[in-house]
T-cell receptor, first 112, second 117 residues
Framework: EDQVTQSPEALRLQEGESSSLNCSYT??????LFWYRQDPGKGPEFLFT???AGEEKEKERLKATLTKKESFLHITAPKPEDSATYLC?????????????FGQGTTLQVKP | NAGVTQTPKFQVLKTGQSMTLQCAQD?????MYWYRQDPGMGLRLIYY???????DKGEVPNGYNVSRLNKREFSLRLESAAPSQTSVYFC????????????????FGEGSWLTVV
């Protein structure tokens, strides 16, 4: 069964304490892996897309990496404004009918 | 550039009532989607429209209907609302569906909070 699992469910960090969020997947025909940020009461905001194992993308304090089985979102020296729920989604399938499967998200809280 | 706009933001319905959630995108995207988000369940696809004139069922279509009115607009209708449809609904769009490259990045609206009592 195609599945996307994120861990941990919740993460509390002190400001400046670096850590990583995990997204593991079991899908056939991976065509892309997406990371989104979601603030309370808002829609998911696109962060990164990764397409192949070994690929890395960076944006400010965030760095996303991809292997054949999982992706990591590394947060370096986080600030309180990085507090949010981070969603991982996998695009799979063939032709023009590929769909996204979302993980359940990791809720990050960064304390000052 | 507004991106994806959905209305209403909040709605309370009585069981059995009907309503339509409206969605419009101004990014000239071909593909549009409706998701629901429930605690512990993540985002689940209700219906999608790969291109203007086509619609297809997603993972959880029961109790819903959709209309792709034109390239910009994609509405979601609840014909007879049930308490199980209490959720947050997100409309989304992408340039294409299922193809490689940046065209399949999906952009989301701000959400519609629906409560069925």
């Amino acid at each position: 069964e195609d599945q996307v699992t994120q861990s941990p469910e919740a993460l509390r960090l002190q400001e400046g304490e670096s850590s990583s969020l995990n997204c593991s997947y079991t899908v056939s025909g991976l065509r892309g892996l997406f990371w989104y940020r979601q603030d309370p009461g808002k829609g998911p905001e696109f962060l990164f897309t990764l397409y192949s194992a070994g690929e890395e993308k960076e944006k400010e304090r965030l760095k996303a990496t991809l292997t054949k089985k999982e992706s990591f979102l590394h947060i370096t020296a986080p600030k309180p404004e990085d507090s949010a729920t981070y969603l991982c989604a996998v695009l799979h399938g063939s032709g023009n009918t590929g769909k996204l499967i979302f993980g359940q998200g990791t809720t990050l809280q960064v304390k000052p | 550039n507004a991106g994806v706009t959905q209305t209403p933001k909040f709605q309370v319905l009585k069981t059995g009532q009907s309503m339509t959630l409206q969605c419009a995108q101004d990014m000239n995207h071909n593909s549009m989607y409706w998701y629901r988000q429930d605690p512990g369940m993540g985002l689940r696809l209700i219906y999608y429209s790969a291109s203007e004139g086509t619609t297809d069922k997603g993972e959880v279509p029961n109790g819903y209907n959709v209309s792709r009115l034109n390239k910009r607009e994609f509405s979601l209708r609840l014909e007879s609302a049930a308490p199980s449809q209490t959720s947050v609904y997100f409309c989304a769009s992408s340039r294409h569906m299922g193809q490689g490259g940046s065209g399949n990045t999906i952009y989301f609206g701000e959400g519609s909070w629906l409560t069925v009592v």
